[in-house]
């Protein structure tokens, strides 16, 4: 069965740097449509970028962009979320995601949350002023 395991998330002051991880097993595509959410309480899990496992595409939310890079290890089925220049906005609890195929990164929906299958247990990210 497929699992997703997150970890990297920490506190850092704004401007700093950390670098999120999900590993992945059970998979049985070439490539599959994953992303990362975050949330914050009291509000819905908020899409930051999707991408194809293997490789290809990567859409980021535009508050994102230029910031956060997503990368791929293969050989240890991981994928990584680089995010620099962190803000107080980008504080949560982040969730990798995968979705069943690749057909969840069309067309946008990569944002929704209801069109993914498996998820990770969340790092908390913590971003101070």
């Known amino acids: 069965r497929v699992q997703l395991v997150d970890s990297g998330g920490g506190s850092v002051q704004a401007g700093g740097s950390l670098r999120l991880s999900c590993t992945t097993s059970g998979f049985t595509y070439h490539s599959n449509c994953m992303a990362w959410f975050r949330q914050v309480p009291g509000k819905e899990r908020e899409g930051v970028v999707g991408?194809?496992?293997?490789?290809?595409?990567?859409f980021y939310t535009d508050s994102v962009k230029g910031r956060f890079t997503v990368s791929r290890d293969s050989g240890k089925s991981t994928m990584y979320l680089q995010m620099n220049s962190l803000k107080v906005e980008d504080s949560g609890m982040y969730y990798c995601?995968?979705?069943?195929?690749?057909?969840?990164?069309?067309?946008?929906?990569?944002?929704?949350?209801?069109?993914?299958?498996?998820w990770g247990q969340g790092t908390q990210v913590t971003v101070s002023s």
């Open positions: 991408f194809y496992s293997g490789g290809g595409a990567t």
């Open positions: 995601a995968a979705a069943d195929g690749h057909g969840a990164c069309i067309d946008g929906r990569w944002s929704g949350s209801r069109n993914f299958d498996y």
